[in-house]
T-cell receptor, first 111, second 121 residues
Framework: DAKTTQPPSMDCAEGRAANLPCNHS???????VYWYRQIHSQGPQYIIH?????ETNEMASLIITEDRKSSTLILPHATLRDTAVYYC????????????WGLGTSLAVNP | GAVVSQHPSWVICKSGTSVKIECRSL??????MFWYRQFPKQSLMLMAT?????????EQGVEKDKFLINHASLTLSTLTVTSAHPEDSSFYIC?????????????????FGPGTRLTVT
């Protein structure tokens, strides 16, 4: 799986959009971009994933650049409960189902 | 949908004893489950991949005789920490893979249990 790079920490004001970047410049054509988050002392939670098209669900939006070398996870209206560590993972689950976890971005949503 | 439970949520045991942690997929069948360990302020570290009806595949550096994994059914995998020592104290997390994804995309989404906090005294 391709390596991903994320900023170690970010802050966001409650009610504002949180935009979390991820670089995956060596991503291969059959690797998806997955986003998970982990609230303190809990198991990770799946958020969203995509291949090359932008994706949106009830939790977030995923914007993938045309060259697929980077992506942005958008939480449109961050709440205090969105405070968590967010992990971006480039992964081809068809070949290797193991997820390799980096250190992620620690997002603090402030009142 | 796609709920994974773990039991117990926390456990304290004495050094030298064994502890069993259960991981269940409650509303789907999982042919593959994963076991992770997470130390404070660190990321998840994969310990082993568990496939129903076959032996688990352990990551390098993980002692298979110390961390016994059993995946007897499509909804249950267990991790037994044998002869636990204080350095085994950690947050243990399991995940279950849902093949095909909930949205019909060709992908494999992992759903995680809430974790088990193990403290060995």
């Amino acid at each position: 799986d391709a390596k991903t790079t994320q900023p170690p920490s970010m802050d966001c004001a409650e009610g504002r959009a949180a935009n979390l970047p991820c670089n995956h410049s060596t991503i291969s054509g059959n690797e998806y971009v997955y986003w998970y988050r982990q609230i303190h002392s809990q198991g990770p939670q799946y958020i969203i994933h995509g291949l090359k098209n932008n994706e949106t669900n009830e939790m977030a939006s995923l914007i993938i650049t045309e060259d697929r070398k980077s992506s942005t996870l958008i939480l449109p209206h961050a709440t205090l409960r969105d405070t968590a560590v967010y992990y971006c993972i480039a992964h081809n689950a068809g070949n290797n189902r193991k997820l390799i976890w980096g250190l992620g971005t620690s997002l603090a949503v402030n009142p | 949908g796609a709920v994974v439970s773990q039991h117990p949520s926390w456990v304290i045991c004495k050094s030298g004893t064994s502890v069993k942690i259960e991981c269940r997929s409650l509303d789907f069948q999982a042919t593959t489950m994963f076991w992770y360990r997470q130390f404070p302020k660190q990321s998840l570290m994969l310990m082993a991949t568990s496939n129903e009806g076959s032996k688990a595949t352990y990551e390098q550096g993980v002692e298979k005789d110390k961390f016994l994994i059993n995946h007897a059914s499509l909804t249950l995998s267990t991790l037994t920490v044998t002869s636990a020592h204080p350095e085994d104290s950690s947050f243990y997390i399991c995940s279950a893979m849902l093949a095909g994804g909930q949205r019909g995309k060709s992908s494999y989404e992992q759903y995680f249990g809430p974790g088990t906090r193990l403290t060995v005294t």
